[in-house]
């Protein structure tokens, strides 16, 4: 799960990136609204997290940008205010939920999973995929019940092609979902995660599609 | 009418007499009491003295016409006989008594013997053979009256021709006289007391009516009294009420949306806190990510305590409003060369110079030290932190100006508008800071009627505080 950033506070951006990280999702942080706007308008993320008090651009106004331009990626607004009125604002300009300050790194997580979740169609709190249990909110995974660590790449991997069962996805793609802008990506990085999954999960759990990608197959 | 008497004691029982120094009702009746008395007393006294002035006059002239016409009769022919017949003639007279005390005679003859007189009094006439012609005041032998007496001779020189008045009887109707007159005076005098009573109850009810509405109104209603029917003398009160209540509105508004804000500020740091603080505990055995959650979890706290000692300064600042005791004379030079001592030992990379000489004349020469080295570390801390590296720091005093100037730093127009916002910070700031600071240095700037003036110089981002200019 790739997510976009916008916090100016350096402190609550660095916490939120490492904190997200940690929890098996791809970050790109950025301080300044402009250019995180910018950024929503290249690269395809799964979800926003947007603070509202940016000093220089309004967070509500970025969010009506890029309404206004189509996109409809979900967006969590975070906001210091906790009046009912800028809430309200927020939702109504295009937010898809909100997180009032101050807040717990777990519930950004809770409800980041739930906007993707939502997003993908997919209404049940664990994906089953043979014989392979996957709990997006927790990110844990388990074999024939058995629970099985994965590092967080891994999950993400798992995940990425969870939500997009019996579609090719090509390497290209889960770079682009995997890494953030920040990452040094090793030409065969996408490769050596298919080949621990495999390793951990079963070797015909991930289908090459050759030339074209990778895939999860009923 | 005895009935009444407890009650009015009752009455005079709740009377706090203290208080009553203080009723606008009362003062107007006790000094229209006491003047009214004097003027009654002055006006009595003086009609009293010309009444009975007139009334000697009146009597004496009657007197002496009386006198005239006694000393041209013949009284030869009188005898004891005569005298008795008189007096009962007299006795006859219907209401003969009730002019008793109105005027006497006697007839003496020369040799001191009594042989006619009116029967009432002139029997008691003394005999004094040395005032004649002349009004002598004498006391009768009989119950000592004073008694105005006129001696003369009969026309033929053998007779004493004596006629008196009591004296006590024109004083009697000189003062029933001077009573007659004032009496109305009395009843006017108790009415005009009533009258007053009942205007000042009546003419203060707009006092009232404005005390009960103030009463009535809640803490926060702060609207300005109406005062289109308000008595003349009542409006530059309320005028004033109004202008307080107006301090206090922008004063309230002011506080509300400083504790808003601080608590909105809060909220921000406490978040950093919290994440960090869970990002601690979810590194398990990544040693490296806990130690730096940690770090950052350090300098979240002090970022929240600056922000919090930043908070209590302003709020004391906007709270005392400038009543800052310990005034001194200032030294600029001392002040601003030991922060710069201490800055140096901190910052290696960067210069900092003091352009100054003993006579050069800062913004504002006596105030709080404590203030005004405040000011200038705010000024001087900003300047460390938001120059690049091996950036040059000039602090000069000169011309009644203080300007701290950065080089190589140049600050975004939109952005110089709002630096002394509160808790204004820009974007992409990699230094920590409340946004308060130049706040707090515009605030103690106010307080000794300087202003700010930022401006992008070839020298740099300069900070000058200077005197207010009149606008």
Request: aromatic content about 8%; hydrophobic content about 40%.
């Given at each position: 799960?790739?997510v976009?950033?916008?916090?100016?506070?350096?402190?609550i951006?660095?916490?939120?990136?490492?904190?997200?990280?940690?929890?098996?999702?791809?970050v790109?942080?950025?301080?300044?609204?402009a250019?995180?706007?910018?950024a929503?308008?290249q690269?395809?993320?799964?979800?926003?997290?947007?603070d509202?008090?940016?000093?220089?651009i309004e967070g509500?106004?970025?969010?009506?940008a890029?309404?206004?331009?189509g996109i409809?990626?979900?967006v969590?607004?975070?906001?210091?205010?906790?009046?009912?009125?800028?809430?309200?604002?927020?939702?109504?300009s295009?937010?898809?939920?909100?997180?009032?300050?101050?807040?717990?790194?777990?519930?950004?997580?809770?409800?980041?999973n739930?906007?993707?979740?939502?997003?993908?169609?997919?209404?049940?709190?664990?994906?089953?995929f043979?014989?392979i249990?996957?709990?997006?909110?927790?990110?844990?995974?388990?074999?024939?019940?058995e629970?099985?660590?994965?590092?967080?790449?891994?999950?993400?991997?798992?995940?990425?092609?969870?939500?997009?069962?019996?579609k090719?996805?090509?390497?290209?793609?889960i770079?682009?979902?995997?890494?953030?802008w920040?990452?040094?990506?090793?030409s065969?990085?996408?490769?050596?995660?298919?080949h621990?999954?495999?390793?951990?999960l079963g070797?015909?759990?991930?289908?090459?599609?050759?030339?074209?990608?990778?895939?999860?197959e009923d | 009418?005895?009935?009444?008497?407890?009650?009015?004691?009752?009455?005079?029982k709740?009377?706090?007499?203290?208080?009553?120094k203080?009723?606008?009702?009362?003062?107007?009746?006790f000094?229209?009491?006491?003047?009214?008395?004097i003027?009654?007393?002055?006006?009595?006294?003086?009609?009293?003295?010309?009444t009975?002035?007139?009334?000697?006059?009146?009597?004496?002239t009657?007197?002496?016409?009386?006198?005239?016409?006694?000393?041209?009769?013949?009284w030869?022919?009188?005898?004891?006989?005569?005298?008795?017949?008189?007096d009962?003639?007299?006795?006859n007279?219907?209401n003969?008594?009730?002019?008793?005390?109105?005027?006497?005679f006697?007839?003496?003859?020369?040799?001191?013997?009594?042989i006619?007189?009116d029967?009432?009094?002139?029997?008691?006439?003394?005999?004094?053979?040395?005032?004649?012609?002349?009004?002598?005041?004498?006391?009768?032998?009989?119950?000592?009256?004073?008694?105005?007496?006129?001696?003369?001779?009969?026309?033929?020189?053998?007779?004493?021709i004596t006629v008196?008045?009591?004296?006590?009887?024109?004083?009697?109707?000189?003062?029933?006289?001077?009573?007659e007159?004032?009496?109305?005076?009395?009843?006017?005098?108790?009415?005009?007391?009533?009258?007053?009573?009942?205007?000042?109850?009546?003419e203060?009810?707009?006092?009232?009516?404005?005390?009960a509405?103030?009463?009535?109104?809640?803490?926060d209603?702060?609207a300005?009294?109406?005062?289109?029917?308000a008595?003349?003398?009542?409006?530059?009160?309320?005028?004033?009420m109004?202008?307080?209540?107006?301090?206090?509105?922008?004063?309230?508004?002011?506080?509300?949306?400083?504790?808003?804000?601080s608590?909105?500020?809060?909220?921000?740091?406490?978040?950093?806190?919290?994440?960090?603080l869970?990002?601690?505990?979810m590194?398990?055995?990544?040693a490296s990510?806990?130690?730096q959650a940690?770090?950052?979890?350090?300098?979240?706290?002090?970022?929240?305590?600056?922000?919090v000692?930043?908070?209590?300064?302003l709020?004391?600042?906007e709270a005392?409003?400038?009543?800052y005791?310990?005034?001194?004379i200032?030294?600029?030079?001392?002040?601003?060369?030991?922060?710069?001592?201490?800055?140096?030992?901190?910052?290696?990379?960067?210069?900092?110079?003091l352009?100054?000489?003993?006579?050069?004349?800062?913004?504002f020469?006596?105030?709080?030290?404590?203030?005004?080295?405040?000011?200038?570390?705010?000024l001087l801390?900003?300047a460390v932190?938001?120059?690049?590296?091996?950036?040059?720091i000039?602090l000069?005093?000169?011309?009644?100006?203080?300007?701290?100037?950065?080089?190589d730093?140049?600050v975004?127009?939109?952005?110089?508008?709002?630096?002394?916002?509160?808790?204004?910070?820009?974007?992409?700031?990699?230094?920590?800071?409340?946004?308060?600071?130049?706040a707090?240095?515009?605030?103690i700037a106010?307080?000794y009627?300087?202003?700010?003036?930022f401006?992008?110089?070839?020298?740099?981002?300069a900070v000058?505080?200077?005197?207010?200019?009149?606008?």
């Amino acid at each position: 799960m790739r997510v976009l950033l916008i916090e100016d506070d350096s402190l609550i951006g660095d916490g939120i990136k490492v904190g997200l990280s940690k929890l098996g999702f791809t970050v790109d942080w950025f301080d300044d609204g402009a250019d995180g706007k910018e950024a929503l308008l290249q690269t395809p993320y799964d979800a926003v997290i947007l603070d509202l008090g940016l000093p220089t651009i309004e967070g509500l106004d970025i969010l009506k940008a890029w309404r206004n331009a189509g996109i409809d990626t979900p967006v969590l607004i975070l906001t210091a205010r906790g009046d009912v009125d800028e809430r309200i604002k927020g939702l109504n300009s295009g937010a898809d939920d909100y997180l009032g300050k101050p807040f717990a790194l777990r519930e950004v997580q809770a409800r980041l999973n739930a906007l993707i979740r939502r997003r993908n169609g997919v209404t049940k709190p664990l994906i089953h995929f043979k014989n392979i249990t996957f709990a997006p909110d927790t990110k844990t995974v388990t074999l024939n019940g058995e629970k099985v660590t994965l590092a967080p790449r891994e999950v993400a991997l798992l995940e990425l092609l969870l939500l997009n069962k019996n579609k090719v996805l090509s390497k290209e793609t889960i770079e682009n979902k995997l890494y953030s802008w920040d990452d040094d990506v090793a030409s065969n990085a996408v490769e050596v995660h298919v080949h621990h999954l495999r390793k951990k999960l079963g070797k015909d759990i991930v289908k090459t599609i050759n030339k074209i990608g990778y895939t999860l197959e009923d | 009418m005895l009935k009444v008497v407890p009650y009015l004691a009752d009455f005079c029982k709740k009377i706090d007499i203290k208080k009553l120094k203080f009723s606008l009702c009362f003062r107007l009746m006790f000094f229209f009491v006491v003047i009214s008395a004097i003027v009654w007393g002055i006006a009595g006294y003086i009609s009293y003295k010309e009444t009975r002035e007139s009334i000697d006059e009146f009597f004496d002239t009657y007197q002496l016409a009386l006198s005239r016409q006694l000393a041209a009769a013949d009284w030869s022919a009188v005898s004891q006989n005569t005298q008795d017949v008189t007096d009962k003639l007299i006795k006859n007279v219907e209401n003969a008594d009730d002019d008793d005390d109105a005027i006497g005679f006697a007839i003496f003859t020369r040799d001191g013997k009594m042989i006619f007189h009116d029967d009432e009094n002139g029997k008691y006439f003394p005999l004094n053979t040395t005032a004649f012609g002349t009004f002598v005041n004498e006391r009768l032998e009989r119950e000592g009256d004073k008694w105005r007496l006129l001696r003369l001779y009969s026309a033929d020189g053998r007779y004493i021709i004596t006629v008196g008045q009591e004296l006590e009887y024109r004083e009697d109707l000189a003062m029933d006289i001077v009573e007659e007159f004032l009496t109305p005076w009395l009843f006017g005098f108790i009415f005009l007391l009533l009258s007053i009573a009942g205007l000042t109850y009546f003419e203060f009810r707009p006092l009232k009516k404005l005390a009960a509405s103030i009463n009535n109104r809640s803490a926060d209603d702060l609207a300005p009294v109406n005062m289109d029917n308000a008595p003349v003398e009542v409006k530059p009160l309320i005028g004033a009420m109004n202008h307080m209540f107006q301090k206090i509105t922008n004063l309230l508004k002011r506080e509300r949306s400083f504790i808003s804000d601080s608590a909105h500020e809060l909220r921000t740091p406490l978040t950093a806190l919290k994440i960090q603080l869970e990002i601690a505990q979810m590194a398990d055995d990544d040693a490296s990510m806990r130690q730096q959650a940690l770090d950052k979890l350090q300098k979240g706290i002090e970022r929240a305590e600056r922000l919090v000692e930043q908070l209590l300064a302003l709020s004391r600042l906007e709270a005392d409003n400038g009543h800052y005791d310990n005034v001194e004379i200032l030294n600029w030079n001392e002040i601003c060369s030991h922060l710069i001592d201490e800055y140096r030992l901190m910052v290696k990379n960067k210069t900092i110079v003091l352009e100054a000489d003993d006579k050069a004349q800062p913004p504002f020469c006596t105030g709080n030290h404590i203030l005004t080295a405040l000011l200038i570390r705010n000024l001087l801390d900003n300047a460390v932190k938001y120059s690049p590296e091996n950036a040059r720091i000039t602090l000069k005093i000169a011309d009644g100006k203080f300007t701290v100037t950065n080089s190589d730093t140049v600050v975004n127009e939109n952005i110089l508008q709002r630096l002394t916002e509160r808790f204004f910070r820009p974007a992409g700031q990699k230094e920590t800071g409340s946004g308060l600071g130049l706040a707090i240095t515009e605030r103690i700037a106010e307080l000794y009627h300087c202003q700010l003036v930022f401006a992008n110089t070839d020298e740099g981002f300069a900070v000058t505080i200077q005197a207010k200019e009149d606008i």
